[in-house]
């Protein structure tokens, strides 16, 4: 059978004709057909599959394949799927999927279809379901699952072994790999891997071979702050406690992984310019994805006419010299382009923890001299261009080239470092006030550069110009 696919992937193109046929001729036959595929390269095909046809797709296969078929189904046709299920036969399937998966699915339903899905499961589901429907799906409690391998820290290695087996027979654990020790009240002790436990001689204690030094975190715990430190401490699994330290779950690293690519898709969105989107690019609204981007739009559109009224100001110094003029585009996307780039890169120190609130003034001493040597590299190329330009009479800036070339080159220097400032300092002032960093965006950021950097701009030539060219 093929390897998973990408949804560009002909994988699907192909299959599709053949499985509408036998969906329509013989679908006894779809479950044997696909027993060997991967889970994600049948989601993959459902997908492509007309809408109608899903449904019957799903009931064609085993159950416990046709629920780990939902889990890795694109939501909002999942979504679409159960809610034309009766709730027997959602809650059938979705008792397949993992814990927190179904969970998840849940909280894309309606209440009224939710409610009446829970309450068709068997009663140890339905109270695990609505245990983990109580956390926010955005933290700890609402990422983990409530399948994993927990074992008394008085056991022997041997016994252990025997306990692990008898819960991989008794049904799926999807952290499977790594072992927790807990005492007789269900407080989590140590942690040690499968591996480790196979690998240890006969008779050995736990307490022995099990770390005791076991990062944990609590359920109402941020889900970047979990991908945080997931990655600190290259863990494939991090345990999620109470306050008295008893296991409640596990958040497993493939759903770290989606965490970090769903943090990534919403900050390059914010950072474009516009509000996030809560759904895949394809399949958003008309009107949600103008809604999404026209209110920042708007904003960015205000905020440029500013630089219009600064402008204004300086209207009969422009008509004097229009040789001023020339150089507008190149000092406004100067303060812009070095304000863009210190946004982005203290974004992203935040959203990986190297810089924190009260670090601001460290960045500051690290932006003064890099905006001033980058000032620096800028205006000396103005300056030199300006000045081979004339020398090459490839432009006439008349007897005061000099001077024009010292102006520009001088306002990039305070502009580029106006720009560094500003880009660096956004994100922490964001972050003070509680709103998302991110949302610093390279476009609002540049608006704000513009308005300083013609100011600047005119405000030095009007010291340097004056009497001469003003």
Do not use: C
């Amino acid at each position: 059978m093929p390897p998973h696919a990408n949804k560009d992937r002909p994988l699907a193109a192909l299959i599709v004709p053949d499985l509408l046929e036998l969906l329509e001729e013989h679908p006894e036959s779809i479950g044997p057909q696909t027993e060997e595929m991967h889970p994600a390269d049948l989601a993959d095909i459902a997908e492509a599959l007309p809408e109608a046809m899903v449904r019957a797709f799903l009931s064609a296969l085993p159950k416990e394949r046709a629920g780990e078929v939902l889990e890795y189904l694109d939501e909002g046709l999942r979504t679409m799927v159960l809610e034309e299920l009766t709730a027997v036969e959602a809650a059938s399937i979705m008792s397949e999927m993992t814990p927190d998966e179904r969970a998840d699915a849940l909280e894309e339903l309606d209440e009224e279809t939710a409610d009446d899905i829970l309450a068709e499961f068997e009663p140890a589901e339905k109270a695990e379901t609505e245990r983990l429907l109580e956390y926010d799906p955005y933290t700890a409690g609402g990422l983990m699952t409530t399948e994993f391998v927990a074992v008394d820290e008085n056991l022997t290695a041997e016994e252990a072994l025997v306990a692990v087996r008898a819960m991989s027979r008794a049904g799926r654990r999807e952290a499977m790999y790594t072992v927790y020790t807990i005492d007789g009240n269900g407080r989590l002790r140590g942690v040690l891997s499968l591996r480790e436990l196979l690998a240890s001689p006969d008779g050995t204690p736990l307490s022995d071979l099990a770390w005791s030094e076991v990062v944990s975190v609590a359920p109402d715990l941020s889900q970047e702050e979990v991908s945080q430190i997931t990655s600190n401490y290259d863990l494939v699994a991090l345990p999620v406690v109470d306050s008295e330290k008893r296991l409640l779950g596990v958040v497993t690293v493939d759903d770290v992984i989606d965490v970090i690519q769903e943090e990534g898709t919403e900050d390059a969105q914010k950072f474009g310019g516009m509000e996030a989107l809560e759904e895949p690019y394809m399949q958003i609204g008309l009107w949600q994805n103008v809604r999404k981007r026209g209110g920042w739009l708007a904003v960015l559109a205000i905020s440029e006419m500013l630089t219009a009224s600064v402008m204004a100001r300086y209207e009969g110094d422009i008509g004097r010299v229009l040789l001023l003029s020339q150089f507008i585009p190149l000092v406004m996307s100067s303060g812009g382009n070095s304000g863009s780039q210190a946004t982005s890169l203290i974004i992203r120190a935040m959203a990986l923890g190297e810089v924190r609130l009260g670090d601001w003034w460290r960045v500051v001493l690290r932006e003064l001299p890099a905006g001033i040597i980058l000032g620096l590299l800028l205006g000396a190329i103005a300056f030199g261009r300006i000045l081979v330009w004339d020398a090459l009479e490839l432009y006439n800036y008349g007897p005061h080239s000099f001077m024009i070339a010292v102006t520009v080159g001088l306002a990039l220097v305070g502009i580029v470092l106006v720009g560094s400032l500003t880009g660096s300092m956004l994100p922490f002032l964001l972050k003070r006030f509680n709103f998302d960093p991110a949302s610093a965006s390279a476009p609002l950021v540049a608006t704000i550069v513009d308005v300083s950097a013609i100011s600047i701009y005119f405000g030095i030539a009007f010291q340097l110009l004056s009497g001469t060219l003003l």
